[in-house]
């Protein structure tokens, strides 16, 4: 069935057979364009490769000292002399990347392909998720359903963001360092699923102040009710890093302290919701 036919049928009731018509063709379109991307990916194995590795080379004192010399400038100033005490004090991750048998280079190739073509076609798999969701919301459902939609993609990215700059180094440069004398050969599969776990934890954590005022939304508990159950939430926060996150201190601590500081945003989400919803009742 045609694009133009979904939008002539959304204005009236549709059947549970147009339904599944209407979604048998936005699932085709999805996995089309996550092939072709995938297909294209496999072209430009280089450049994904050393945004896969960029990490290995980050360094938390260099990312502060650049903003440093960004907010201050480089000046002969105390924020000058840190800038230089951090950029000498920085250095990359020393671990080599290996292949540890004939099929792991394989795997991983593929496992690379696959989520960049995700990655690459996500514009497009949103769209189809909009595009199928959105006639069944009423009015005033819709009045917030783009800004939600799009404020939940803005936390999530800001979630892994966080994660491939600031997590991913910290917790990388913490293993390289331990057990002084050992070499650091990493095979390539498990350094891109760990790479994969921790930016995809860290973006659905991030999610953490829009649940909390979709529940306020929803009247199910609102912002008063998030206070006095802050001592409970933060004893979940820890639980939820240690689950999200690769098994060790610094990882989970990297993401619940940031979460810590998310629920109490969500708190002030919570409070916005309820103000507006009273405007409207």
């Given at each position: 069935?045609?694009?133009?036919?979904?939008?002539?049928?959304?204005?009236?009731?549709?059947?549970?057979?147009?339904?599944?018509?209407?979604?048998?063709?936005?699932?085709?379109?999805?996995?089309?364009?996550?092939?072709?991307?995938?297909?294209?990916?496999?072209?430009?194995?280089?450049?994904?490769?050393?945004?896969?590795?960029?990490?290995?080379?980050?360094?938390?004192?260099?990312?502060?000292?650049?903003?440093?010399?960004?907010?201050?400038?480089?000046?002969?100033?105390?924020?000058?002399?840190?800038?230089?005490?951090?950029?000498?004090?920085?250095?990359?991750?020393?671990?080599?990347?290996?292949?540890?048998?004939?099929?792991?280079?394989?795997?991983?190739?593929?496992?690379?392909?696959?989520?960049?073509?995700?990655?690459?076609?996500?514009?497009?798999?949103?769209?189809?998720?909009?595009?199928?969701?959105?006639?069944?919301?009423?009015?005033?459902?819709?009045?917030?359903?783009?800004?939600?939609?799009l404020i939940i993609i803005l936390f999530f990215?800001?979630?892994?963001?966080?994660?491939?700059?600031?997590?991913?180094?910290v917790v990388l440069s913490f293993s390289s360092?331990?057990?002084?004398?050992?070499?650091?050969?990493?095979?390539?599969?498990?350094?891109?699923?760990?790479?994969?776990?921790?930016?995809?934890?860290?973006?659905?954590?991030?999610?953490?102040?829009?649940?909390?005022?979709?529940?306020?939304?929803?009247?199910?508990?609102?912002?008063?009710?998030?206070?006095?159950?802050?001592?409970?939430?933060?004893?979940?926060?820890?639980?939820?890093?240690?689950?999200?996150?690769?098994?060790?201190?610094?990882?989970?601590?990297?993401?619940?302290?940031?979460?810590?500081?998310?629920?109490?945003?969500?708190?002030?989400?919570?409070?916005?919701?309820?103000q507006e919803s009273e405007v409207y009742v």
């Amino acid at each position: 069935m045609p694009e133009s036919n979904y939008q002539e049928t959304s204005t009236s009731e549709m059947t549970f057979w147009e339904h599944l018509e209407e979604l048998r063709h936005r699932l085709i379109v999805s996995l089309i364009s996550v092939g072709f991307f995938m297909i294209l990916s496999l072209s430009f194995s280089r450049p994904i490769e050393r945004i896969m590795k960029l990490p290995l080379d980050l360094s938390t004192n260099k990312l502060l000292a650049f903003l440093i010399d960004r907010i201050f400038g480089q000046g002969a100033t105390f924020m000058g002399f840190l800038s230089i005490s951090l950029r000498a004090s920085s250095m990359g991750v020393e671990a080599k990347l290996i292949k540890e048998g004939p099929l792991e280079g394989i795997m991983a190739y593929l496992k690379i392909s696959i989520t960049f073509g995700i990655l690459c076609a996500s514009p497009i798999l949103i769209y189809q998720v909009w595009a199928f969701v959105l006639p069944a919301f009423t009015a005033k459902e819709k009045r917030f359903a783009l800004p939600l939609f799009l404020i939940i993609i803005l936390f999530f990215v800001i979630g892994a963001l966080f994660a491939y700059f600031i997590v991913v180094p910290v917790v990388l440069s913490f293993s390289s360092k331990l057990f002084e004398g050992t070499e650091n050969l990493w095979g390539i599969e498990k350094y891109f699923n760990f790479l994969v776990q921790l930016l995809v934890g860290f973006g659905i954590a991030f999610e953490l102040p829009v649940v909390m005022s979709f529940l306020s939304f929803v009247n199910v508990i609102h912002a008063n009710g998030f206070r006095q159950k802050r001592n409970v939430a933060w004893v979940g926060i820890m639980v939820l890093s240690a689950f999200l996150t690769p098994a060790d201190i610094l990882s989970m601590l990297l993401m619940a302290i940031p979460l810590i500081l998310l629920y109490e945003l969500g708190i002030f989400f919570a409070f916005l919701v309820e103000q507006e919803s009273e405007v409207y009742v």
